[in-house]
């Protein structure tokens, strides 16, 4: 059974030995499309900081082909560990097969890889992108007692997040006869493609007045379609429910305008557990779970306000 990565601690990993020396680890970042991205970036590069960690930072710019020419560098130059965030799910066991050769250990965050082999990589650290979805259409699936016509804005083709989002949503709402997807296009996971492929979708709605809701992968893409709702003359939140996944900040104060809303949280918190593992690893621990999970909460107009408060103050 999955373990919560939040039952995680570095105390109970390495009991009273430490790694001798100061690590060198490699990081391969999908890029910095979102929000979300760039504040997990920057998380991890502060914690790799806090612990003396000398961190290899390369961003992708979602572009695969860079991340595997950064993880061959990293492996060239004789990091100690290997963390990924892979752009998408398929074409990783040649590089991560040369990692093992290496002797580095890969820990894998955020998005999946699929491999036929999983002792490629020590652990993901990862929420379940298949139960946000569900999160998701649950929520409006009480909210409009399962009768909606619905928008989607999907994320990166071949992702591992818009996979499993777009898996769990349609499981919930496949229940519900008088719901259904009227469009489906991918965003890529931006705020300018978001408001662009928004704006295109509603002039072939007819301007949108029909719609029930708009469903999207991440915040950033429901940001920038509240922009292109709001010039259509329409308001978002109350013509067209918004509902997405991160709960990045900017999502509190759309919440707060009554914009948005609901939002699942996925935590962008992902160097410290990494981390704690890698350090482990090093220090003789082998016993991991393959998938330690990240659970989040959802957030709505009725509940937003303590979160809120709590992130303005920090």
Request: glycine residues 8%; hydrophobic residues 40%; aromatic residues 6%.
């Amino acid at each position: 059974m999955n373990k919560s990565i939040m039952g995680l601690a570095l105390a109970s990993l390495l009991g009273a030995s430490q790694v001798a020396s100061a690590l060198t680890v490699g990081f391969s970042q999908v890029g910095s499309e979102s929000g979300w991205r760039t504040t997990f970036s920057e998380s991890v590069k502060a914690e790799a900081d806090k612990r003396g960690i000398d961190l290899k930072f390369s961003d992708a710019q979602q572009k695969q082909e860079n991340q595997i020419k950064a993880i061959r560098s990293f492996i060239a130059q004789g990091v100690d560990a290997i963390v990924v965030a892979p752009v998408v799910e398929t074409g990783w066991r040649p590089v991560l097969m040369e990692a093992r050769r290496a002797r580095i250990p890969v820990v894998i965050v955020d998005r999946n890889v699929a491999v036929n082999n999983d002792q490629l990589y020590v652990t993901r650290i990862a929420p379940n992108f298949v139960d946000e979805g569900r999160k998701a259409a649950n929520w409006l699936m009480d909210a409009t007692d399962g009768q909606c016509d619905i928008v989607e804005l999907q994320g990166t083709v071949g992702s591992s997040a818009a996979i499993g989002r777009m898996e769990g949503f349609n499981e919930v709402i496949g229940k519900y006869e008088g719901a259904k997807i009227v469009r489906s296009q991918t965003a890529e996971f931006t705020r300018a493609k978001g408001k662009e492929v928004m704006e295109s979708i509603l002039k072939a709605e007819g301007g949108g007045k029909e719609l029930c809701a708009l469903w999207t992968h991440n915040d950033e893409m429901a940001l920038g379609a509240i922009q292109a709702i709001r010039e259509a003359g329409l308001k978002p939140g109350e013509d067209i429910l918004v509902v997405s996944v991160d709960a990045v900040d900017d999502i509190f104060s759309a919440l707060k305008a009554g914009d948005v809303n609901a939002s699942v949280e996925m935590s962008p918190h992902l160097g410290g557990p990494a981390f704690d593992v890698i350090e482990a690893y090093l220090d003789g621990k082998r016993d991991f779970e393959k998938w330690m999970v990240m659970d989040g909460r959802i957030f709505t107009q009725e509940n937003y306000q303590d979160e809120y408060e709590l992130r303005k103050s920090q």
